[in-house]
C-alpha cells in the first residue's frame, strides 16, 4: 500500500495562502506567496510537471476542497525504468542520424560518441537497477526491525 504524505510546503499551504493574495498586482511585480516568495502559477506549475512526471498525484479527500500530494513510493526509480525505455529510443534515433550523416564527418563523429554513451548506459544500467533493489530491500529491513 502507498505511503499517504501531506506535503504543506509549497504545496499545500501555499495554495492556501494564494487564495488569500490579492487579485490584482501594479504590473509590475507578480502576485507572490508571502509565506514562500512563489507565485502560485509557479507552484501549480510546478505540481503539475511533477504529476506529469508520475513523481506524485493530487489526491481530494470526500468532501474537501483541499489538494493533497502523494509522493509515490520508489519514484525514482520508477522515473530511472521510464528513462531506461525512453533510451532505447533515442538510440535508435541517433543510430539514424548517424547512418545519414557517416562516422567520418565531424557531426557524425560527435553522434558517434553519444551513440557509444547511451550503450554505454544501456549495458550499466540493468546492473545499477538490480544493486539498488538490494540495497533498497536493506534499508527496508533495517527500518522494520528497529536498526
Not at 504524505?5 to 498586482?25: H, M, S, T
Request: aromatic share 8%; hydrophobic share 35%.
Amino acid at each position: 500500500m502507498r505511503e499517504r504524505r501531506q506535503i504543506d510546503e509549497p504545496f499545500g499551504r501555499a495554495e492556501q495562502r494564494a487564495e488569500q493574495l490579492p487579485q490584482k498586482c501594479d504590473g509590475h511585480e507578480p502576485v507572490r506567496d508571502p509565506g514562500t516568495g512563489v507565485s502560485p502559477a509557479a507552484i501549480s506549475g510546478a505540481a503539475r510537471y511533477l504529476i506529469q512526471l508520475n513523481l506524485v498525484s493530487r489526491e481530494r479527500e470526500p468532501g474537501s476542497r483541499r489538494a493533497y500530494y502523494r509522493v509515490h513510493a520508489d519514484a525514482w526509480y520508477e522515473a530511472a525504468i521510464r528513462r531506461e525505455q525512453m533510451l532505447a529510443g533515442w538510440q535508435a534515433s541517433v543510430r539514424e542520424g548517424l547512418d545519414a550523416l557517416g562516422r567520418a564527418t565531424p557531426a557524425g563523429a560527435r553522434i558517434a560518441e553519444s551513440l557509444a554513451f547511451f550503450d554505454f548506459l544501456q549495458a550499466e544500467m540493468p546492473e545499477v537497477l538490480e544493486r539498488w533493489r538490494q540495497r533498497r530491500t536493506t534499508l527496508r529491513t533495517g527500518r522494520t526491525t528497529g536498526r
